[in-house]
């Protein structure tokens, strides 16, 4: 079992505990290819989907430094009998651009001789997708309960943050974060291209008990979202509530050819406060407009020899109905996702991982005045290469 644990912030800049607890190291350079193909259909809509997803990642990491740079090829088509249904968008995603540096790494005598780190990190969204959509492209932008990217391209991003660790003893860690987000304008809407939209802030904090021995691991953490008002061409017309969350993990190695692990978390939020069209005064919601949110999984892995090992996962995610009346607007049902995969991990050799996984998944909303709403099912299969030079 790897006992590394990983400690990150809400920006991604990742701080690995072997690096935290140990003054030695080599720098470690990593370039990573993949390729997600998802495809799900509903009967009662008519309606296929497809989302081609392909990321290139470069890691740079040394005692001191973390450095990361991500992007992808980012393709996604919709299907439909219904006139004005369908659409395709091929594209580069944005590009995101990350990196760490551990200002400080040492024993502190205040906090008892205890060793701490403090961390800066950075994290910058380059506008390289498509941003802006229009027409039947619009139709090919799917619930992010049903594919992993909800979304072409947005603005220049630009957040920085700290994080800080508290090594407890020589198997425990406490570690804190904040970031700030800051979201750079932009138009999304094609069909209305002088239509500015100015996303909110982000900030948060979160905090996260870790824990690793040779045999097991695990981490139980604490996560607030705030986010600044939201604007269309410099009027205010959002304001997202406040969010918090708590999330727990852990893995046991049963013995050298078994292991199991599990994930789970739950994240609530309050009323969202909308332009009146009356007064152009923000108002909150009569009700909470947003359902509680809660994820689970579990699997099992086996080791079929020195180089590979074979894994099963179950997950469910849900979102419950928000507190409007079924009949008002407002209302939003119920959405539950479920989904088996079945993956592969051979090691090619000490430098390069190549893997593999097919899943299959139902996304199914709840009713409206007991009418059911739409189910879709599908399947994902995703392949990638590691090579760590």
Known sequence: ???????????????????????????????????????????????????????LHYTFSNQRFDFGVKTAFLHGERKSSHSGGAGSVSSLSDTAVSASYRA?????????????TLALNTDINLPTGQE??????????????????????EGLNFGIGLSSTITLDSQTLLGFGFSYNIRGD???????????????????ASIQLLR????????????VIDEDVTKVNGVATYDRATSHEIFASGAYAINDIWSIRSSASLSTRGADS????????????????NGDSSYFSVG????????????????????????????????????ERKEIRLGYQRSLNAQTILEGS?????????TILGFSGPKYEGFTLSIGVSHEF
Do not use: C
């Open 274 to 289: 909308l332009r009146d069209a009356t007064t152009g005064a923000l108002v909150q919601a009569e009700r909470d407009d």
């Open 132 to 153: 802006q959509l229009s027409g039947s492209e619009k139709n090919a932008v799917f619930d992010g309960f049903i594919v992993d990217h909800d979304r072409y391209g």
């Open 212 to 223: 690793s021995t040779p045999q097991y691991q695990w981490n139980l953490g604490y996560r």
């Open 186 to 204: 932009y138009s999304p809407d094609g069909d209305q291209p002088d239509q500015e939209l100015a996303p909110g802030n982000h900030k948060v």
């Open 1 to 55: 079992m790897n006992s590394r644990i990983l400690l990150s912030t809400f920006l991604g800049a990742i701080i690995p505990y072997e690096v935290l607890s140990q003054e030695t190291g080599t720098a470690k350079q990593t370039l990573s290819l993949g390729l997600e193909i998802s495809s799900f259909n509903e009967e009662t809509l008519d309606e296929d989907g497809t989302q081609v997803f392909a990321p």
């Open 358 to 366: 097919l899943g299959y998944f139902e996304v199914e909303e709840g």
């Open 300 to 335: 099992v892995s086996k080791r079929l020899s020195e180089r590979d090992t074979l894994s099963l996962d179950l997950s469910r995610r849900y979102r419950a109905a928000n507190d409007f009346d079924e009949s008002n607007f407002s209302f939003a049902p119920s959405l």
């Open 104 to 116: 400080f790494a040492g024993d502190v005598e205040w906090l008892g001789g205890r060793r701490a």
